[in-house]
């Protein structure tokens, strides 16, 4: 497995070189690509420009966000699946077979029941058009007391509720978002998690909860900085994917109002240092020039 930046979790528009600059500087082997942007640039100046910044970088890609929305009404979601192939295939020659999408909470309009087969239908088809060209796609969930909404329809805010669904679908390119902390928060622990099968698992996302904080009263803005130690075990979760293989990405995923003010440098380097105090209390190896960079900040201690 490997540590992957997802820029988009700072909140601030960033150029693909400021991206990839952070990347490498702060211990992450690869970033997550903003894919319709990717293909925009393509169509306009051609593929080997498109490309020649993370070419010459020689860094990963770990996921892209399904450019999909596959619960938007039908005519807005047919018209991005038409386009879904082209941005398969700019993936491909990155290197990139994994994509990722999140399940709203909560429907304007249709019951539990009739939504699950929307879901299931249209999933489908989306991941029909993925394996043809080798792509995952890892499905999760938002968890918070924040996705409880009066006067609309409950849907998928639990593992156990998206486990079934992954299952009804049937299609082996089908995976699940592991985000510790939205699991954390629903289940009160990660035992569900701990108990799938670590080939089911496309990619993962770390956060932590703030200190005492009670979860039947949490929401997405408490997703904090996960370091060793704290509530959630993410130490636990990474030596869990190490031993059975895992070979995807993991990405932390605080959200833009826990990071709190800073330049944007100094936020990527907290992002980086403290995934690589994760990645070593897990026992898992870190590079020397980014274990010179954790002995620096005085965060981890190293024997």
Known sequence: MFRSFDASVLGTLLQQSEIIEFALSYGFKAIDL??????????????????RLIDSAHIGIGTFALPVDWQAPEEQ?????????????????????????????VSETHPFHENFELHRRRLVEVCSIL???SI??????????????????????????????????????LGLLADVWDIFVSQGNLDLLLSQPKESIVAVRLAELPKGTDLSQVNQS???VAWPGGRINCVKVLKWLAEGGFDGPVTPYPSRKALG???VETLARDLGLATLSLWHAAGLPVESRYATLLRASHQAVFV
């Open 222 to 224: 408490d997703r904090v």
């Open 136 to 173: 995952r796609l890892g499905i999760g969930f938002r968890a918070g007391i924040g996705t409880q909404r009066d006067g609309v329809f409950q849907f998928i805010q639990k593992l156990e509720e998206l486990l079934p669904l992954i299952q009804a679908v049937k299609a082996e390119n």
């Open 261 to 263: 003010t800073g330049r």
């Open 131 to 133: 394996k043809e060209h």
């Open 34 to 51: 903003d894919i319709v942007e990717f293909s925009a640039l393509v169509r306009l100046k051609g593929l080997p420009y498109a490309r």
């Open 77 to 105: 979601y047919r018209k991005a699946l038409e386009r879904l192939p082209e941005h398969c295939q700019n993936a491909n020659t990155l290197g990139c077979f994994r994509a990722v999408s999140l399940i709203n909470p």
